[in-house]
């Protein structure tokens, strides 16, 4: 019998599809991706209640390698792509206002914020070389490729402890978050990469330093959209790119704010468990984001595909999806007289 659970995931496509018509279009419906990911969706989610039933062991085997899931997020790859060319191409028009060019970038940072980064940190978490070519390509399309290595060899080793630049501290400030976890992020892969090569008994210089790589990499696609679109368009472009790490390092900053791993002995700490992460089963946020907000079990399981990730009772729960608590962290005294007490809760 056909499964017909992965059309809901067909929600995320209303997003390029209201990115097509802010490139096409001028005014306030150049904002229309962002309205719909920080208005409308907050808005349902306040009457929505939230869904933490799981699958069943049955349902789960059925759907887990379920090529239609694995499809969607493919199909995403070149419409990523596809439309930051046609932004590219729009961007330089000297017809457009001040209010136009700020709506489409905000638009294409979202885009490269969810369909970017969104899809290649779970692309980044598979084994299969195409789909870490996809992970790779996708991140390169907000100039954070470094998070690749950061992210599944650091931030998923080193959540909820100091060494973690991506674990936001108690009482800690979303902007100055933001500054570090770029800064010390970037440092951290680097770091990653030169241990790696040192067990290879190779130079931190060393060609196969992937680091280099990167660097090397988003020069030169910087480079190629200077001289295919123009410099107007380079300097859109690298302003929607900081929109997508933007916004990532505000995920970040929600997901696992003021959470803590207890250390057992002097350099191990406990293991990370569900306990480590702020969940939310909010549905908006979850089709939207391809079930990043369940947050809990993906970093207590990180290779489960997203349409199996499960909700778990002892996990921290936020009070609304993750569109809605992105808007919340950026009033810090709102955002601390939310969470604090939370927190408390669960580090004991």
């Not at 916004?247 to 959470?259: A, D, K, M, S």
């Amino acid at each position: 019998m056909m499964n017909f659970r992965w059309l809901k995931y067909l929600t995320i496509l209303t997003l390029p599809a209201l990115a097509w018509v802010s490139f096409n279009h001028t005014g306030w419906l150049t904002f229309l991706p962002v309205i719909e990911a920080f208005v409308l969706i907050p808005l349902i989610e306040l009457f929505i209640p939230a869904d933490d039933s799981n699958l069943s062991e049955e349902e789960e085997q059925k759907i887990a390698n379920h090529p239609l899931y694995d499809f969607l997020v493919y199909l995403l790859f070149p419409v990523q792509l596809g439309l930051l060319v046609y932004f590219l191409l729009g961007i330089s028009n000297p017809e457009l206002t001040t209010l136009d060019l700020i709506g489409r970038t905000a638009s294409m940072g979202l885009l490269c914020g969810v369909l970017g980064i969104n899809l290649a940190h779970e692309l980044g978490h598979r084994n299969t070389w195409h789909e870490q070519f996809m992970a790779k390509t996708l991140l390169l399309t907000s100039l954070y490729m470094h998070f690749f290595i950061e992210h599944n060899r650091g931030h998923h080793r080193n959540v909820g402890t100091p060494e973690d630049p991506s674990t936001a501290k108690k009482g800690e400030v979303l902007y100055l978050f933001i500054i570090r976890s770029v800064i010390y992020s970037f440092i951290s892969a680097w770091k990653i990469e030169e241990k790696r090569l040192n067990r290879k008994k190779l130079t931190v210089w060393h060609l196969s330093n992937e680091m280099l790589q990167f660097i090397v990499i988003e020069i030169l696609a910087i480079a190629a959209i200077y001289f295919l679109f123009g410099l107007t368009a380079m300097w859109f472009f690298i302003a929607a790119a900081v929109v997508g790490f933007v916004l990532l390092e505000t995920v970040q900053y929600i997901e696992h704010y003021g959470l803590a791993r207890k250390k057992i002995t002097e350099k191990r700490y406990e293991d990370t468990n569900p306990a480590h992460s702020w969940n939310s089963n909010h549905l908006m946020g979850r089709l939207v984001l391809f079930e990043l907000s369940r947050h809990s079990d993906h970093h207590y399981q990180p290779h489960r595909k997203y349409q199996i990730l499960k909700s778990h009772k002892n996990s921290p729960q936020m009070p609304t999806g993750y569109p809605g608590m992105m808007l919340l962290s950026t009033i810090p005294p709102l955002w601390f007289w939310l969470m604090d007490k939370k927190v408390d809760v669960f580090n004991g």
